[in-house]
């Protein structure tokens, strides 16, 4: 078996355009898995091997690449940067044991590699920094590290000093070991030096490696004992204060250089192998009950003696046929070996078991915990699932997806392709949970639903290229929703009499408003019997079965709580069906009465705009219905953060572009829901109403 000690799986994730990719390339280089290195301007990189990737030069899906360093086996996932597509980083994070943020040098910390952040904290990743691009225009490593500290409210520990700035940026000094490592202008990472320190940096070295000795210390009480008695510790004693303080994410090694220019490359793979923690250094995996979804105490421990248990993190399509990305857990996955899938409790047989090197494939006849490799053929796997031990039945703590806030209608141009579209759409919701698709049971048009316009937009692309479907694209649609504002005490009565048995139910109840967020919320309060407790969850399904399709324009409705308090039956006509059609009528009756009220998404809008254009976009968040929530100046311009409703921000980005002379970048997620202005919902209603028609 594999030691595990000698295995790092990681991910790279940063904002739009800080440069994940061209690390990942470089890394790949460096390790000698490729030759030749591909270089995203020009839409040949290893891991961005989608038509639409290499096209647009971002990154969409996650791909994961093996390589090794220094005898140990690095695990690579490169995440996208895009916010339509944070799925991504979040479902690669859930399966990852380290990771390494990449910053823009002259950029900085952007609104992305916030949410990244964010992210990447909740999952408690330990992570390495790395500040990219110092051979830009502007940029400023030491400003960026004061960033990190500012605006992510992290602890960056500063490993690397850079030497030369923008064009003059030639190397790196290690602070650690005091040494300066210099490139020639060549551009290959092997053609470097390592030398004295520069004598104009030596001071500034001291002081960094003052702070990062006093730092590392801290991590074991003898060490800073004998350091504060003036014993200096060794290097080897410091790396090994600096990888606990790492996994216990109490700062993070912060690296600088170059990727694209091939500069201190080798220092951060090095900082990979001694500070980011092995699969077994990680907490493990808890396990949860397979229906409440509650942890139920026991951990997926990463060992290859325990029972099999793994998680299926991502499906992808290509020209091998359907792939399914699995991290082990523990146990021990063989070729032709059945297993368990835990969601689904039907099993499957593993056919091939391939590692993944970006675009190619090594065949494997057996993988352990730790691994993070790919199977070929599966059938009823998606994103999420535990896959178990047939004996041992387990389910892992599942993922969480966030809701899609977009919707476009689309038709096949040509009749004959709808087929054709449907198993197109169905293999891509299977890749991308974040992605959904329905049926409007009205109009027989097929609904897109997605977290943005880009998102939306590479799907459409995707379904032209690849499966060969042109379609027809509608207008984007808002996923409104529908509440009540006002408490209510009404009654309803279902009797029907028609020959043979009747059907009697009365029901007397409260509406009212519910918390934010809380959905749906039932409760009975019946006393002496007037509506047996049998019929009780009857009354719950009528009202739930109702909440989908609201009372204003057929929104699903949200936040609201029905109490039953009390009603009647009938000894032989009372059933659980005649009180859940009471329960549906009185729905019908009640809600209206409410002061039912349409409510829209709001967007956390994070706008980066050159300072002479503050005021154009300030004017033109506002005209959108926005609140402006915070302004922050940075180096190369100003952010502005706002709530924006998702209604008014169509087309955003390329008037954006216009008012800031194309400067201008944002990001935006979901944050809410609120309560439409009364023209706007007027006019969102009378559409409903038209389209019902």
Known sequence: MADLSKYRNIGIFAHVDAGKTTTTERILKLTGQIHKTGEVHDGESTTDFMEQEAERGITIQSAAVSCFWNDHRLNVIDTPGHVDFTVEVYRSLKVLDGGIGVFCGSGGVEPQSETNWRYANESEV????????????????FNVVDQVKNVLGANPLVMTLPIGREDNFVGVVDVLNRQAYVWDDTGLPENYEIQEVPADMVDDLEAYREELVETAVEQDEELMMAYMEGEEPSVEQLKACIRKGTRDLAFFPTFCGS???????????DAVVD??????????????????????????????????????????????????????????????????????????????????????RNELTQAQAGDIIAVVGMKNVQTGHTLCDPKHECTLEPMIFPEPVISIAVAPKDKGSTEKMGIAIGKMVAEDPSFQVETDEDSGETILKGMGELHLDIKVDILKRTYGVELTVGAPQVAYRETITQAIEDSYTHKKQS??????????????????????????????????????PAVEKGFASMMDNGVLAGFPTLDVEVELFDGGFHAVDSSAIAFEIAAKGAFRQSMPKAGAQLLEPIMKVDVFTPEDHVGDVIGDLNRRRGMIKDQQAGATGVRIKADVPLSEMFGYIGHLRTITSGRGQFSMEFAHYAPCPANVAEEVIAKAKEESK
């Open 275 to 360: 500070y980011l923690p092995a699969p077994t250094e990680v907490d493990a995996q808890p396990l949860t009950d397979k229906d409440t979804g509650e942890p139920t105490g026991e951990v997926a421990t990463v060992s290859a003696d325990e029972p099999l248990r793994a998680l299926a993190f991502k499906i992808m399509d290509d020209r091998f046929g359907a792939l399914t990305f699995i991290r082990i857990y523990s146990g021990v996955m063989k070729k032709g070996d059945t297993i368990l899938n835990a969601a689904t409790g039907k099993t499957e047989r593993i056919g091939r078991m391939v590692e993944m090197q970006a675009d190619d």
């Open 126 to 141: 330990a992570r390495l920094i790395f500040v990219n691009k110092l051979d830009r225009m502007g940029a400023d490593f």
């Open 499 to 536: 020959g043979g048995s009747g059907q009697f139910g009365k029901i007397d109840y409260r509406i009212k408003p519910g918390e934010p967020n809380s959905g749906f919320t039932f409760s009975s309060t019946v006393v002496g019997g007037n509506v047996p407790k049998e019929f009780w």
């Open 259 to 269: 990727a694209f220019k091939n500069k201190g490359m080798q220092l951060i793979l």
